[in-house]
Nanobody, 117 residues
Framework: QVQLVESGGGLVQPGGSLRLSCAAS????????KGWYRQAPGKQRELVAV???????YYPDSVKGRFTISRDNAKNTMYLQMNSLKPEDTAVYFC???????????WGQGTQVTVSS
């Protein structure tokens, strides 16, 4: 069973920064970490950043220029660097991965990000 463990969430003031991490329990040869989503209270889960296999990184307009994803393949960990945070960025952030053997999707447990003064 593949596990994804997110970390790095917390409380930050508007304009501040956070870096989230998503560590997969299996190697890059088995699990591909695709990206990040978020869900605010009362809202649907929405895409934050995605890097499809063989494709280009995509950011929606709501975070473009402020959020950046990167990965450490040796650790099979994806990072989400979030700068210039706004109150509307407040949500639970989830990472998403694909099992390369059977194409199953996996989700982490989520990490809370709260942007407030």
């Amino acid at each position: 069973q593949v596990q994804l463990v997110e970390s790095g969430g917390g409380l930050v003031q508007p304009g501040g920064s956070l870096r989230l991490s998503c560590a997969a329990s299996a190697s890059v040869f088995r699990v591909y970490v695709k990206g990040w989503y978020r869900q605010a209270p009362g809202k649907q889960r929405e895409l934050v950043a995605v890097h499809p296999r063989g494709g280009n990184i995509y950011y929606p307009d709501s975070v473009k220029g402020r959020f950046t994803i990167s990965r450490d393949n040796a650790k099979n960990t994806m990072y989400l660097q979030m700068n210039s945070l706004k109150p509307e960025d407040t949500a639970v952030y989830f990472c998403n991965a694909e099992d390369l053997r059977n194409r199953n999707d996996y989700w982490g447990q989520g990490t809370q990000v709260t942007v407030s003064s």
